[in-house]
């Protein structure tokens, strides 16, 4: 299938409507100060709206938003024209003399290893200037033609927070005024709106709520601790992608919690990854690692596992691994960021002309693991490598692995766009993007080509003429890591999740104490049929045992009273507020195992 064109976000409508908007912003705010007291950093656009840097005076608080959008509504309406004007360095440093991070950019444009925002590039930059008004900023644009063309009632300022100049702790803190831009005020309302439902549907806030896992200053940051209802669920999901796993083919295998660290230097990751592997463990001299990944694990076990011929392949390993990385503190994010993490990982060893049927085999088993949770709206990013000296060079090995991915994305008709610098540091990576109910993307499952890491640790198999080659190996995870998937899911169904995934389906709630017997009895049948069942006997009322139940997200309410004890039956009640009726403890069961067998 033909290649899906992406359009750059750059190049939208939407783009110079936010970066016109940090423009209009920066004039707001730097006229609220005596001239020359605030100094004005980058104010680039980015998902959803745009922010600016500033040095000022004093702090500011959401308190002075009213008086900041007053004034960008006056700039507004004055329709002031976008005029750009290339400069030398020299103007450019005259035009900034009194805004020092305004001249450091000025100088990296000079050097041709920067851009206006201080990102690294590899050609010499035009320096040029955008002017509105009396505002000019450091800019290569692209702008509005005019201020007029932002709808003065589409913009709205969010927040504002520190930031390091450069995103380095050693620079200034700055002040960074966050605001989002949108053609129309509905388009702003319904943006409101869903930053306003993912409050709501936080997983930490949910995560706490519904007793599923705590982080604790006495374990450590990063690290989270699973209750039993946690655990169920990890055990749900973990065991439903073996399953499938298994049907599809693939065998399970263990490789432990600890690596020497040569392993990760003849493999590459070292050079790559030291940074985000926990410090050595040292025994006899001999340095070891908390694993961060598997794949040189699991191409040691291939290994190990003696000589192979071309007829054992392709030969696929699938874990569920617990790893370990040493992210930042700062970007710790509950479960979606955290330093203990289940990776779903799998290896397969082929050869090249298995390639395209074994991409097809995995994404079919993505595509089914999927679906079954609800996730329908997705798309593809072919990553390949960038620029820099974080890739590995063989041009001759990533050609050859950029065409196959390629050829096996065209061969099952997945529309996909490319994205530079995005690979892994041995080859290029599909990665499955898909967006959850509030529209939010996030990358999932991911397939990733490599021809250099097998050659590096001396895999070989023999070939159909009887001479010793060098396999392929497809790295693959269907849901990433079990920790990230599940901070994902929870908000996805706003932790209300499908029969087949509620930790308990169903709470059976006698109305008396002379019910308690009969709803004992009911749920351990209800159990026995397979179904995770609680009986609450507290002493609350009915109905708060069911607003409870409603708060617990869980699926089935069952009561019981005098009709039902007496008829043998019982009373479900949705989470969604509707009541069926009374039905017998079989009928009930048929019920949830169709629940549970369509994924409702």
């Known amino acids: 299938m033909a290649e899906q064109i992406e359009i750059p976000y750059i190049q939208t409508e939407l783009y110079r409507i936010r970066h ?8 707001a ?60 360095a020299e103007e450019a440093k005259a035009q900034f003399a009194d805004q020092p991070y305004k001249i450091e950019l000025i100088e990296g444009l000079e050097r041709g290893g920067m851009d206006e925002y201080g990102n690294p590039v590899s050609e010499a930059p035009v320096i040029s200037f955008y002017t509105h008004d009396v505002f000019t900023d450091l800019c290569r644009g692209p702008h509005v033609e005019h201020t007029g063309q932002i709808n003065p009632s589409a913009i709205k300022l969010m927040n504002v927070a520190g930031a390091y100049w450069r995103g380095d702790e050693k620079r200034p803190m700055l002040q960074r005024v966050y605001g989002t831009a949108w053609k129309s005020p509905k388009e702003l309302e319904e943006y409101l709106w869903k930053l306003e439902e993912a409050k709501k549907r936080d997983h930490r806030k949910l995560g706490k709520e519904l007793g599923l896992f705590y982080f604790s200053d006495d374990v450590g940051p990063g690290l989270p601790l699973f209750t039993p209802k946690g655990e169920m669920l990890r055990h749900l999901m973990e065991d439903y992608v073996r399953e499938t796993q298994t049907r599809y083919g693939y065998s399970h295998v263990w490789t432990g919690h600890l690596v020497k660290e040569d392993l990760y230097k003849r493999s590459g990751h070292y050079d790559n990854y030291k940074d985000s592997m926990f410090p050595p463990m040292v025994d006899e001299n001999v340095r070891f690692r908390l694993k961060p990944m598997n794949c040189p694990s699991h191409m040691t076990l291939y290994k190990e596992m003696g000589r192979h011929s071309y007829r054992e392949l392709p030969m696929r390993f699938a874990e569920f691994a617990t790893l370990y990385r040493y992210e930042k503190t700062g970007e710790l994010n509950g479960l979606t960021r955290v330093r203990a993490l289940t990776q779903d990982d799998c290896h397969t060893f082929c050869t090249e002309e298995q390639i395209e049927s074994e991409f097809s085999l995995n994404l079919k088993l993505i595509r089914e693991v999927l679906e079954r949770y609800r996730f329908t709206d997705y798309k593809v990013r072919l990553s390949l490598r960038g620029e820099g000296g974080k890739y590995v060079q063989d041009d001759e090995k990533w050609t050859k692995a950029e065409n196959a991915l390629r050829s096996a994305l065209n061969a099952n008709g997945v529309d996909f766009f ?7 540091f041995y080859g290029p990576k599909a ?27 001396g895999l070989a198999f023999i070939g159909e003429d009887n001479a010793e080659h060098t396999p392929v190996v497809l790295h693959r995870a269907v849901t990433g890591t079990t920790e990230r998937f599940l901070g994902v899911l929870i908000e996805h169904f706003a932790g209300a999740f499908p029969v087949w995934l509620s930790p308990i389906q169903a709470v059976v709630i006698p109305i008396a104490d002379r019910h308690v017997d009969y709803a004992r009895q009911a749920a351990q049948s209800l159990r026995e049929a397979g179904l995770r069942v609680e009986v609450n006997e507290g002493g609350d009322r009915m109905n708060a045992k069911i607003r409870d139940a409603q708060n617990q997200k869980i699926p089935y309410m069952l009561v019981v009273g005098d009709k039902e004890m007496e008829a043998g039956q019982l009373a479900p009640r949705l ?3 509707e009541q069926m009726s009374a039905v017998s403890v079989e009928a009930f069961i048929a019920k949830a195992k169709q629940d549970i067998a369509d994924g409702v």
């Open 20 to 27: 016109s908007a940090a423009h209009i912003m920066a004039q």
């Open 29 to 88: 705010v730097t006229e609220m100060f005596p001239p020359g007291e605030a100094k004005v950093a980058i104010g680039p656009p980015i998902e959803d709206g745009f922010y600016y840097d500033f040095e000022l005076p004093r702090q500011l608080t959401p308190d002075d938003f009213p008086v900041i959008e007053k004034r960008m509504r006056q700039i507004i309406a004055a329709r002031h024209a976008f005029q750009r004007r290339e400069v030398s």
């Open 418 to 424: 490319e994205a530079t610098g995005e690979a892994a």
């Open 431 to 457: 990665d499955f993007m898909a967006r959850d109910v509030l529209g939010r993307e996030w990358q999932l499952s991911t397939i990733q080509v490599d021809f250099i890491q097998p050659a590096r640790l």
């Open 575 to 577: 989470r969604s507020g």
